[in-house]
Structure formats: C-alpha cells, structure tokens
C-alpha cells in the first residue's frame, strides 16, 4: 500500500545526500529513544552502510543545526529535530511502510463486522489500539448527504410524519404538529413539489430551494412547508449517528509516552479531549486536501499543541465524508502511523458503502 501524504510549501534548502542520511539517522534514532542524539550514536547507527567518523558527523550536524533541521536543549546535548526537520523528513526522507498482516486482520476484522451503529466508534478504538495514541472519528454531518426522497404521512388531524430517504441506506424521520393539515390531495401535492425541488441534492441546499415557493403557495400550504422547511432543515446539524460528532480513543496509551511524564503536558492532552471544538478545527484541516495530511507542531497554530503532531485522512459515507486521524508527540513514526490512518480510512470507507 503506498501513502499518499499531503506536503506542505515552505522554505527549505536542498540538502546534500550525506545530510540527507543524517537528518534521516537523528530522526530515527530520536523516535526510537526519545533523547537527544550524540555524533557517536549516529556514527555507530550508519556504521554498516556509510562509515562516517564522529567528527564528521559533528560538522554535519552543525550545518544542519544552522539551517534550523535539528537543535539541541543545552550545549553538551546532543541533537533533536525541530518542526522544520520533522517535516523535510515527512515530505522528502520518509518511505512508506507496510502494515503488518496482524494490523490489517486486526483492522478488517473489527470494522467488517460491526453495525452501523458502531462502526466509527470502533474505528476509534482500533485506531488507538494499534497507534497508542490519540485516535480521532469524526462523523460526517447529514447536510452533505443526498436527499433521496421525501415522504409525508399522516398521523392524525394535527399530527404530519415526515420521513427523509437520505443515500447510503440512511433514514430520518421528523413529526410536525399543526392545527392545519391541508387535504391528502393537497397533501401529495405539496409532496411531489418538495421532491422536485429537493430530491437529488444535499439537505444543507433545503433553506435555499423554498423562498419562491413559499411565496406562490395558499396560506395553509406556504405555513406546511414553513414547518417543513424548519423541523427538517434542523437535520443539517446533526452527526449521522451520535450526539457527540467526535469518537476520542487512546487516551491512556497516549499518556505512557515519556513526553508526557511533565504534568504539564499531561493536561494539555486532557484539555485536548474535553474540547471538541478544538479537534473539530483541526480535523476540518485534513478535508481540505485529498491524501493524509501531517501536521506538525506549530502548524497546527494551536500554542498548547506545539509538542504534537496530526495525521488524518477522509472517509466518505456517500457523498458526505468525515475524518479520522491520530494526535500524538512530534516524536511518532510518521510512515507507519500515515498507513495506518490510511488504511483505516479506506476500510471505513468501503465498509460504509457496503451496508
């Protein structure tokens, strides 16, 4: 499988192939051990394919430092990648990598087989048992699904059903209550006319399609369609399954990473969890390019998230989509993490299409 993954523009300055291989080596050995990395351990690292003595590498490092790929926490310290480092590694140095058969088994056979109901919050789940960390679903919103048909039925004098086929198999109904139900002609009347305007389109287009009908309606009808126009247009602001549009796993294997042995940072993930308006945004990043994008550190344009990195993708469910994605330390594998939500997505996908 190979990843597609959304690059950012920036300024970057092409680098030499020994660079390039030591840029490469920090990153690895940084998300390997979680500490700064020292000429010597980089020397060792690259021993079997390019025999580089420590010194050497010292002076690529500071070249490196200079451009502003890595940096160090204090003067004896060895080198750790910044934002920038981070992300000429994600655009220009990372291959992809394979998911092992255990990890897609473990993702088909959790998705495949759970309801409708479930299925995204299993997502969720999976995705944050497989990553260990912070695994995100958000659910895509009715207005972008396509209004199928629309059917009104009679309950009693004062009281209309109305049921919304959406596509995709997805079914809302919406009762209105009125002391002035027009005749069943007039009924059926009124029905045909909304499926010509609506049927076809996405319910978030329902508030623009009736202006002029309601103005060239009798009374009775023109308040029917008024109600209809509002009970049904209330749809677009609901999720397709939950009240809550955001499915959150992972938080505990997130918390198990050194990064987060400072309190501090503990409670920005805390605070992360609780804010759903937060993740919303940043998954709204993700929707506006096709592929996985990463977001690392600063531009995610959040100060308390300046220690995180973002890898999300869409789904689609018909012609609506939401997101899935993980938020963990800059310090992740960033090429198994951009398979794994990829590949997630995918299964989402064709599973969703399929019931």
Same mark, same amino acid.
């Given at each position: 499988?190979?990843?597609?993954?959304?690059?950012?523009?920036?300024?970057?300055?092409?680098?030499?192939?020994?660079?390039?291989?030591?840029?490469?080596?920090?990153?690895?050995?940084?998300?390997?051990?979680?500490?700064?990395?020292?000429? @010597?351990?980089? #020397?060792?690292? *690259?021993?079997?394919?390019? %025999? &580089?003595?420590?010194?050497?590498? =010292?002076? $690529?490092?500071?070249?490196?430092?200079?451009?502003?790929?890595?940096?160090?926490?204090?003067?004896?310290?060895?080198?750790?990648?910044?934002?920038?480092?981070?992300?000429?590694?994600?655009?220009?140095?990372?291959?992809?990598?394979?998911?092992?058969?255990?990890?897609?088994?473990?993702?088909?056979?959790?998705?495949?087989?759970?309801?409708?109901?479930?299925?995204?919050?299993?997502?969720?789940?999976?995705?944050?048992?497989?990553?260990?960390?912070?695994?995100?679903?958000?659910?895509?919103?009715?207005?972008?699904?396509?209004?199928?048909?629309?059917?009104?039925? @009679?309950?009693? #004098?004062?009281? *209309?059903?109305?049921?919304? %086929? &959406?596509?995709?198999?997805?079914? =809302?109904? $919406?009762?209105?209550?009125?002391?002035?139900?027009?005749?069943?002609?007039?009924?059926?009347?009124?029905?045909?006319?909304?499926?010509?305007?609506?049927?076809?389109?996405?319910?978030?287009?329902?508030?623009?399609?009736?202006?002029?009908?309601?103005?060239?309606?009798?009374?009775?009808?023109?308040?029917?369609?008024?109600?209809?126009?509002?009970?049904?247009?209330?749809?677009?602001?609901?999720?397709?399954?939950?009240?809550?549009?955001?499915?959150?796993?992972?938080?505990?294997?997130?918390?198990?990473?050194?990064?987060?042995?400072?309190?501090?940072?503990?409670?920005?993930?805390?605070?992360?969890?609780?804010?759903?308006?937060?993740?919303?945004?940043?998954?709204?990043?993700?929707?506006?390019?096709?592929?996985?994008?990463?977001?690392?550190?600063?531009?995610?344009?959040?100060?308390?998230?300046?220690?995180?990195?973002?890898?999300?993708?869409?789904?689609?469910?018909?012609?609506?989509?939401?997101?899935?994605?993980?938020?963990?330390?800059?310090?992740?594998?960033?090429?198994?993490?951009?398979?794994?939500?990829?590949?997630?997505?995918?299964?989402?996908?064709?599973?969703?299409?399929?019931?």
């Amino acid at each position: 499988m190979t990843a597609t993954v959304v690059q950012l523009s920036g300024d970057r300055q092409d680098l030499t192939e020994r660079e390039r291989m030591i840029l490469r080596a920090i990153i690895h050995l940084f998300i390997l051990h979680a500490t700064p990395v020292g000429s @010597r351990i980089v #020397s060792k690292y *690259l021993e079997r394919e390019f %025999a &580089l003595s420590p010194a050497t590498i =010292r002076n $690529v490092m500071s070249d490196l430092e200079e451009m502003g790929y890595i940096t160090h926490p204090h003067t004896s310290a060895g080198r750790m990648p910044t934002d920038k480092g981070y992300r000429f590694y994600v655009d220009s140095l990372m291959g992809s990598e394979l998911l092992s058969t255990l990890e897609t088994e473990t993702v088909l056979g959790n998705l495949r087989g759970s309801p409708r109901e479930t299925v995204l919050r299993d997502a969720s789940r999976v995705l944050g048992s497989l990553s260990h960390y912070l695994a995100l679903v958000q659910l895509p919103q009715l207005g972008d699904v396509i209004v199928q048909k629309v059917e009104m039925l @009679r309950l009693s #004098s004062e009281r *209309l059903l109305v049921v919304v %086929a &959406l596509e995709s198999d997805i079914v =809302r109904t $919406v009762t209105i209550e009125t002391h002035h139900l027009p005749e069943h002609a007039s009924l059926d009347e009124i029905t045909r006319a909304i499926n010509e305007r609506l049927a076809g389109r996405p319910l978030s287009m329902l508030n623009a399609l009736f202006p002029d009908m309601l103005d060239d309606t009798h009374s009775s009808d023109g308040a029917l369609i008024r109600l209809f126009v509002d009970h049904v247009g209330r749809l677009n602001d609901s999720s397709l399954q939950a009240p809550s549009s955001i499915h959150v796993a992972g938080t505990q294997n997130l918390l198990t990473h050194p990064e987060f042995d400072d309190p501090e940072r503990m409670r920005s993930v805390i605070e992360l969890v609780e804010n759903e308006d937060v993740i919303i945004h940043l998954l709204g990043t993700a929707q506006e390019n096709d592929g996985v994008a990463v977001r690392i550190g600063n531009e995610l344009q959040n100060e308390q998230l300046q220690d995180y990195s973002l890898i999300a993708t869409t789904y689609r469910v018909g012609s609506a989509s939401g997101s899935v994605g993980l938020i963990g330390p800059k310090r992740m594998n960033y090429s198994r993490m951009v398979s794994l939500v990829q590949f997630v997505g995918t299964v989402l996908s064709s599973t969703l299409r399929s019931r």
